[in-house]
């Protein structure tokens, strides 16, 4: 049962960096509808960036902000290159936020080294039912839910969430409404960066980052994204938690390596079902 | 349903004609200096270059089955380097337990194709981000798998692959393998090319504009869509079964995701749907990265010099070229060779034309660069007539 416990909820921590990597996949998908391949690289960044802040002796918090705001200004670069072209087609942009992930290693291995980066945030651990649990892992669920109801407070109540969800649900309307789809673009670049900054600040104490896990990062939060079919931030929420929880339990009782094909299958399975249901809504409409 | 557009457009045409004419007999005279100069090469070359020839030469088969994939098929494949995985364990295995090495050269690519075709089947229902997306976790399985199973050699992979046997010669001379490779690029190209020229050749490109009009035109849409999927995977699988002879080791750790999105560069820079594209893609990829490695291992360079040089070089040329130069180098050098041409023999440039060549096209756009692809395949020489077309 503690184990259990333990699994459970070092499985919602997880799930929760995977729904915040995935909610930054939503966010810019939904305005702009290019998945940005690069969004694992935002969390890498940041992570590193507050890694090396706290290094310099930088206090908690200030470093992690500086990390974040990094990430957000990471996210405007890559908007701009992507999207900032007019007529750009929005797999050309899938193609170039694949090179801005690349081009990222770059710099990354020049600014802060190809080794492994980790830092402390919480420290000690706390009993319940008998099961050792580390506060690191109530500091990322806490933060999480602040965040999450932070955002749909963003995108239901600010004016600019609002011209955000506008544009995303039907652009063409958005414009003639004085909306800017390209600058919301950008926008939703920004706001993707800070949320991947959010997750790389939240998960490099829990596991060490090096420059190129954001792969894995992104195929994680891209498969809690695809819960919502990439449109919604909540089912992201959702998609994250299952995921997280189902590779702790996996990880937990049967074997630590086959957590990523459960993750990855359950993506597959996912999204092929989901195609499905697609393509008999497309017959149903003709 | 007539996919190629504006060939012939209007008054002009005969100017259009004749120069177009002049060019492709230029293109066929550069594609024989090419596979001449090519076959010429390796004669000349230390071990070391040939090894980078060698590499050159997988690198470009695999390209060609992307370049085919993305270009024609309109689908983005992040994970080929799975299937150029598969290849190489296939080759590998089957001579490591004592099959001949030939017959594990030919099995490599049927393997390849029949594991794509059969991965396919739930896979291709997916289109665009998620397609793309799903390949790539296809690959991320396999090496996960292909790691933890002591018959693949797991983590450390399989050591002292037999070397390549023909007609009951080893081939132990690096050169030898730049031949082999030669051959199967020049294979892989001309298979390319007479799919391309030839009925399901023009429904893949029918299908890449529009797969709605497509199928109500007659064009079996997921039939085509998995035979261009296994084929490419069969391209990449006999590239890497080249791979595994010639290095005589692979392990999970020699197909990272990074080298399918290597792939994707090469064929994006070369030219989408072109023949030759995939080659100028791969060459000026290659090159340019084995001149910046020279460049970073010189001394009083940082020991991250060259790795550093890759990345950079790998992003800055797939976003300039995707951003500038959309149809990719080839496409857009043989434009501007039309247009230098055309001006010299004095033809008038009619509105019409210049139109139509001034349409901007999408690079990894599938529908416009279909018009890359003609403008590349078209006009630039090609390896063989095209009996395919009947």
Known sequence: MSAFLTYLISGLAIGCTFALVGSGFVAIHRVTRVVNFAQGTFAVVAGMMAGSMLGHGLPHGLAEVIAVVLAGACGLAAGVIAIGKPGTPTLSSLVITLGIAIGAYAVEIVVWGDQPVSYQMARGSVDIA??????????????????FIALSLFFSRSYVGKALTACASNPYAARLAGINPIRMGLIAFTVGGVLGG????????????????????????????????????????????????????????????????????????????????????????? | MNAFGGATAGGTRHT???????????????????????????????????TVYVLLGTATMVTVGVSLLMGYAGQVSLGQAAFYAIGGYTAALMTIHGLPSLLGLICAPIVAGVVAGVVGIPILRLRGHYLAFATLAMQLILLSIVAQVDFFGGELGLNGIPLLSLAGK?????????????????????????????????????????????????????????????????????????YAFFLGYIAPGSFPVLLSLEFVVMAVVGGLGTVWGPLVGAAVITLLVQWLNGLGTMPGMPAYASVVFSYAVYAVVLIGVLLFLRRGLLPTAVVMLRKVTRRRTGGPVGSVESADDDVPVGGADSSSSVDGAEDGDGHIGSPAGSEAGR
């Open chain 1, 198 to 286: 959010l997750a790389g600040v939240l998960i490099t104490p829990l596991q060490p980052v090096t420059f190129d896990a954001d792969v894995a990062l992104a195929v994680n939060g891209f498969a809690a994204a695809i819960f919502g079919g990439l449109n919604k931030p909540s089912a992201a929420l959702v998609g994250g938690l299952v995921l997280g929880v189902t590779e702790a339990l996996v990880a937990g009782y049967y074997n630590a390596s086959y957590q990523t094909e459960v993750a990855l299958g359950l993506m597959l399975a996912i999204m092929i079902w989901q195609a499905r249901k697609r393509l008999s809504v497309v017959e149903e409409v003709h």
């Open chain 2, 16 to 50: 259009r004609a004749r120069s177009s004419d002049r060019l492709r007999s230029a293109g066929i005279v550069l594609g024989v200096i090419v596979g001449v100069g090519t076959l010429v090469l390796p004669l000349g070359l230390s071990a070391a270059q040939l």
């Open chain 1, 130 to 147: 008998g099961a050792h649990i580390q506060t690191q892992y109530f500091v990322v669920i806490g933060a999480t839910i602040a965040i």
């Open chain 2, 170 to 242: 080893e081939l132990s001379d690096p050169r030898a393998y730049a031949y082999v490779v030669w051959i199967g690029v020049a294979l892989v190209m001309l298979v390319t090319h007479n799919i391309i020229a030839s009925r399901p050749g023009r429904g893949l490109r029918a299908l890449a504009t529009s797969e709605t009009a497509a199928e109500s035109a007659g064009v079996p849409v997921t039939r085509y869509r998995l035979t261009v999927f296994a084929l490419s995977a069969a391209f990449a699988g006999l590239a890497g079964a080249i």
